[in-house]
Nanobody
Framework: QVQLVDSGGGLVQAGGSLRLSCAVS????????MAWFRQAPGKEREFITG????????VYADSVKGRFTTSRDRAKNTGYLQMNSLKPEDTAVYYC????????????????WGQGTQVTVSS
């Protein structure tokens, strides 16, 4: 059974940093893409970044480009989201997700999801 467990959220002041982790069990990610989404209250879940597991190629939403970095540790089957220069508008529940195949920014194409971790940025 595939399981994604995301962690590392918390409360941080504007300008601060957090690192989220997504530990995957039940399958290896060699042919997969891992992505991070976020959902703020009253808003739709949005794609923020993805990484193709085999190559390490990444894509970022404009809203986080230059501030967030996604990476993976293939040996640990774990993905990471390093978030720097956080802003109050980054406040949301953050989810990791995986899909077989290439990069996609569409929520419905991802088959496996973490439970979400809350990130709150105070001004």
């Amino acid at each position: 059974q595939v399981q994604l467990v995301d962690s590392g959220g918390g409360l941080v002041q504007a300008g601060g940093s957090l690192r989220l982790s997504c530990a995957v069990s039940g399958h290896t990610l060699s042919s997969y893409t891992m992505a991070w989404f976020r959902q703020a209250p009253g808003k739709e879940r949005e794609f923020i970044t993805g990484i193709i597991w085999s190559s390490g190629s990444t894509v970022y939403a404009d809203s986080v480009k230059g501030r967030f970095t996604t990476s993976r540790d293939r040996a640990k089957n774990t993905g990471y989201l390093q978030m720097n220069s956080l802003k109050p508008e980054d406040t949301a529940v953050y989810y990791c997700a995986s899909r077989w195949g290439g990069m996609s920014k569409t929520t419905s194409t991802y088959t496996n999801w973490g439970q979400g971790t809350q990130v709150t940025v105070s001004s």
